[in-house]
């Protein structure tokens, strides 16, 4: 008895050591395999069975889970379950069922192989998940206790499988999340879109245990996908094998998903029809994953994932997920790039607008602007034409300045018809435009924007790309915008070398005012010094009848008194000379000082002549001069100063007297003559005298001067009568004109204002 207990108890210890055992294995390890592995040997140690199998039971079915025989772990069941089996009757019955020997039982009426078996349910609550037979060679009795262990150790290996699947859902939504993130995390800091999305496939094959990863970028341009990255690299390059398989895409797998937009699971490539072998790189696959990158309601591309494997559904589901981030990503890059480029536009636009304004001088303007948005947009070339009559010539060039013919007529190429047009003309492929003209061989695409004022079209901003598409709307808006300031700056040269044109004239008049002046100056110089003659002449004037008075008086008192009438005579002559001559220097200076106002009033100018004639009568006899008189007939009143006017024709009278030999003949006018619209009261004194020679006709009238008559004739004077009378035929609004003929005579005309309102 005390040795049966001891049995027992020893028994006991052990069924307690192997589950703790199993409790260890299941506490150290959360895979399923080593667990159920650890129940599998400890069942066989307790129950000395020849081989123990775990089924896993789910949605009805019965997968293999693991196997164990006396001696071995193996890797497969020693039986797949049938249908009818007693497996999948404990699966569904969720009841455990003994059999001490097969061959006395039903369900193995079709396959008696002679030896006992237990089948228990593995449950969770009241789920199956699993089955845990455990056979005998031959047929054997369950002992109560045995029963009681093997139920133990189910429990044991449903809790295992449970944790295990726990652990796996987990451990695969960890997976998921840790690749997600080292998605998010490799692409976050990315603006390269090809760089992104080879980060993106590189990870995504490698954590699907996938062959292949592809990704495509959608080209907005031609509607085409096109091969953007590849994993593994491949010895063809991204671009070369992107071009030979360009044009499966489109019926292919990818071509699918890009237009309808939904995420495809292949999981068995031979039996798709969307599927295409479409190279070499491709003939192994056998399942496939691909998804569209898509942000919002725009397709930027798509992702295969390829396997010579077998690709699940979940991994689908992961795909998708990661081709959000990605898209995320793209659309981050492109937004970056927009950012960058808005600034590049801004920091260009200020950029032009520093040149606009510092740059004056037209050429270094335009080189400058050319220079900038070269620059800082990065265009490959950048050209300014300017019209110039019928031809656009090339002003300014950069980055083709040996590729180009330097002038166009308005009628060749696109440059040409925006000019024609004043259209801006954007020309993603050149090659396609009817109107391009070869110039730069390597250009692909070109942008040309006039520089227009309204209508008018001066010029045109042309830029032009390598690249097919190199160039795109938002350049064609931007290079609008800067059209504009380029304009405002051609115009501000413009308008600066007009100025320079206009201040070089201003430089050329104020050279010719400063000639005017040196010559006034030399003027003034020789009326100083003429007045410096002149006082000289006047003291000459004077002292001559002063000398002559001073002579005869002396002959007066002591010289011949017979001859003392003639000395008397002489005296009053000279008396006479020294008055006239003390009278002009009077006239002028008060002329001069402004004291000698026209005191106006309604004359008759014929009687004014009259008198003077009556005066000069015996004169004229004297020197056997004819005179004619015509006055005008109703000569109506002019206004003027009696005394001055009566002056001037005296003087004009004298002169006439004084140039005339003996006789010639004296002929004096008066009449009304229009003139510049206007009507004048005239007087003409003409002589057939000796005349003025051309050079002198203008001189006759300044102030001293004395002509080569007053030489010839020797003609006592002072050079002042002629000049006066102009300052007082002025200063009664009126001109004085002269026309004369050497050894033919002179004309004076007088032309006094008929109407005038006010006077001076
Ligand atoms: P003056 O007769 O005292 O020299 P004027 O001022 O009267 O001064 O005349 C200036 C000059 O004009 C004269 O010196 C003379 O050479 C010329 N002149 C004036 N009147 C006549 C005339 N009728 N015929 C020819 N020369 C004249």
Redesign the pocket.
Known sequence: MENEKLIENQEQYLILEALREAGIQLTSSLEQEPVLDAILTQTLNLVKAGDAHIFLYNDGKLTFGSARWADARKSEPFSEPREEGITYSVARGGKRIVSSNVNENPLFQKWQWGGAIVSLPLKIGEQVVGVMNVAYEQPHEFSPEELRVLELLAVQAAIALQNASLYEEVSTDRRRLRLLYEVTNALVSEYDSSVILQKAIDLTTTALKASSGEAFLLDRLTGELRLAAQSPKRELSVDDRGELIKRHLAEGLEGWVASHRVPVWIPNVNHDPRWLNIDDFRTNVSSALCVPIQAGEDLLGVISILSEDYLNEDQLDLLNAISKQVALALSNALKFHRVERGLAELSALQQVGRVVNSRLEMQSLLDEVVEQVRQVLGYEIVEIYLVEGEMLQLKAAKGSEDGLAHEMHWSEGIIGRVTRTNQAAYIPDVSKDPDYVVGYPDSKSEIVVPLSKGDIVIGVLNVESPELGGLGESDLQLLILLADQVLVAVENATLYNRLQKHSSQLERLVEERTSELAEALEQARVAERLKTQFVADVSHELRTPLANIRLYLELLNFGNPERSGEYLETLLRENDRLAILIEDLLAISSLDTGTAMPNLKAEDLNTLVHRLVMDRKRMLAEKSLKLNLEMGDQLPNVMVDEGMITQVIA?LMT??M???RAGGTISINTKIQSWEDEEWVTLTVA?T????PPE?QER?FERF??????RMLP?P???????ISKEIVDRHHGHISLQ?KVDQG?E?TVWLPLHHEKTS
């Open positions: 003087s002169n006439a004084h140039y005339t002589d005298g000796i005349g003025i002198e006759v001067y004395r002509g080569k008559a007053s003609v004077g002072t050079g002042l009568g002629l000049a004369s002179s004076f």
